[in-house]
DNA sequence: CATTGAAATGATAGCGCTACCATTTTGGAC
DNA sequence: GTCCAAAATGGTAGCGCTATCATTTCAATG
């Protein structure tokens, strides 16, 4: 290849090239001629209009009206470094905790004029990874996550790309950038102290085995059976394990196998809102009340959780603040101002109704 | 303005022009010099690597983990007309029926390189056309909507775009451009016609009032009243009303005063699953057996159908095939192969369980 | 009227990649 | 070895907008 002769410059004349642009799509430099103004003036007429007359202002928005201009945001985008495009990465679009956090999210881009691209790893950090290379090629002004549990790869990549990046439903004291989150591992003792004040004496926890749910479970059990208010004799045999992708059967079957195995329960903690739901279902069919002879306590505070009978006492955090602080924080970053609160502790409550 | 004196050329030299490039980013141009390729040489290499030489292949991909380049697609974008990005439009992020819709359509992209951007229109006309503005400006290679509900500026907008447009969740003969759905008004009498098989003498609806669930609600109501087996005289009083956002607890508290006005009621079509959910759980704190006194049909097919108790009964859509083909069309359209149906209807099913 | 500084506008060049035409290289056939 | 066509590679220019420096215009002041 070095060896190559290099060629020489084309004889073809420029003119007789054939036109590269989109036809019949309407440009800047139309509406500029339109209006009588230079390309950039009609520009900062869209973009600053305080630093551009009356008059001239006047002339570009009539311009923009007869000639129905849209402006290409992909060359403003590369012109500027200034995408004004958000990426997220989800396990899941189906899960309707995280969905919440990224409407908030896509509600408080949207109002100063940005737009989500919006990705799904499946919980699979090799598809995370080729997630991110391909989100980090569309220069994102941010990227916000929905956990901290990445390859070392994706860690390095994001660290390196030089977007401000947002982890969220989480809390680790070392972020790859910026977190908004709450920690998983002080719900579980908090819960127990619940349940205890309630007058439980043997509880156990009903989780799903996905790596946020199991932390809750341990911690939840570890401080139960601090209180010695396990249903089992150890921590480990006061817990039943759910395939991550739960639902109201799963957790109800999942209850019955639970009270096989500890007839004495009088508590349970459920990794989320549906399986409480099915805990509530094969208590009934037992007839088991609630809470008097079963206290349920749930995590998420789903929409129907008020509506079950009894209503559910639940683990609520707040999603949407986890969305709507993370979108904050990454339009502090682009507009240069200083984020001085990169960790976020949004914490958590337990609801109170009928269930516990 | 027109009698301004141009201004004249500058004497200033370009090289003391301050440079306007990401600093740090590496660029094509370094991995081609690395490589000892010329620039569009790397480009091949990556976009077309049957048309490069295996050596100059090799030596691009070398390059590339050495740099740790990743390409600009706002850049390659803008140059070849071809953003790889999909918009989608949703009513709402957290309502579990159009979010499968955007899952598959998003897996399906996924597998060629795609993005998807989301916007959020909140089942208001005026945010739809801020959005589809926003939409338009980043040159999706597609845009997928959830409804064919749109303003009339809208539908101008998106016509005049030069974009694929593909309607979902409804069917309607005159799509702006391509359509995936299914009939709403075709729902009501297959449902009328199974309750009537089923024995059913006394029929209602119990309906939330968004536009598509009041056209099944009364297709319903028609063909049951058509067929005699109205709970009320008329298909008009056979309609219980509810504001479109629905809940269990919406759901129940609707049948009750329902059942309240129509006691003899002996079938009942809900609106949603989750209005059925709620007819189910005030069906049992009254005592009434389902569906021996009361058969009850939902609608959507949701995850937990399967797990109420009696097992739901369902009109099923494949929210899943819609986004999956809404993505097959828009690759097609993009890749420009011809596109001979431009109408697909995806049809529904009855899934008999055991509330009817 | 002249001067000055701020406001308004314009010129130049570039953001990073690729469409398309041009040129060179390679391999096979005779 | 020559010729030819296909494969491989490169040069030019542009996609549509905007950062930044340059120039012009305007308004206030003395």
């Known amino acids: 290849m070095k060896s190559r002769v290099k060629t020489q410059p084309s004889a073809s004349p420029a003119s007789t090239r054939k036109s590269r642009r989109a036809h019949g799509g309407v440009t800047l430099q139309d509406v500029a001629r339109l209006a009588g103004v230079s390309p950039i003036t009609a520009s900062r007429a869209i973009n600053q209009p305080d ?16 000639t129905g201009y849209t402006p290409n945001l992909l060359a403003g985008s590369l012109a500027s470094s200034r995408s004004r495009l958000v990426a997220v990465v989800v396990p ?5 905790m995280f969905m919440e956090t990224i409407q908030a999210l896509t509600e408080r881009l949207a109002e100063v004029g940005y737009q989500v691209i ?10 995370e990874d080729e997630l ?16 901290v549990a990445h390859s070392a790869k994706g860690r390095v990549r994001l660290a390196g790309a030089g977007i401000p990046v947002v982890e969220t439903w989480d809390f680790i004291p070392t972020p790859i950038d910026m977190l908004v989150g709450f920690s998983h591992d002080s719900i ?21 085995d996905d790596e946020r749910a199991v932390r809750r479970a341990k911690s939840f059990a570890a401080a139960a059976h601090a209180l010695r208010i396990t249903a089992g004799k150890t921590a480990n045999s006061s817990c039943e394990w759910l395939p991550a992708l739960t639902s109201l059967g799963v957790g109800r079957r999942g209850f019955a196998a639970l009270f096989e195995r500890l007839p004495k329960l009088d508590g349970v903690f459920c ?3 549906v399986v409480a739901q099915g805990v ?6 037992r007839g088991l009340r609630v809470p008097e002879d079963l206290a349920v306590v749930g995590f998420g505070d789903l929409a129907f959780a008020p509506d079950l009978h009894p209503p559910l006492t639940t683990v609520r955090v707040d999603a949407n603040e986890m969305g709507r602080i993370a979108g904050d924080l990454i339009l502090k970053r682009v507009a240069g101002e200083s984020v001085k609160t990169r960790l976020v502790d949004v914490g958590f409550s337990i609801v109170e109704r009928g269930s516990a």
């Open 51 to 66: 630093v551009v007359s009356e008059d001239a202002r006047e002339r570009v928005q009539r311009a923009i009206r007869q």
């Open 92 to 96: 899941t679009l189906t899960g309707p």
């Open 118 to 127: 919006i990705g799904q790893s499946g919980y699979d950090n090799a598809r």
């Open 271 to 273: 990794s989320s809102d």
């Open 280 to 285: 509530l279902a094969e208590a009934q069919a």
């Open 188 to 208: 579980g003792p908090e819960v127990a102290a619940f349940l205890r004040q309630r007058g439980c004496k043997r509880v156990a926890v009903l989780s799903a």
């Open 132 to 147: 991110l290379n391909a989100i980090i090629g569309r220069r994102p002004d941010g990227i916000v996550l929905t956990g």
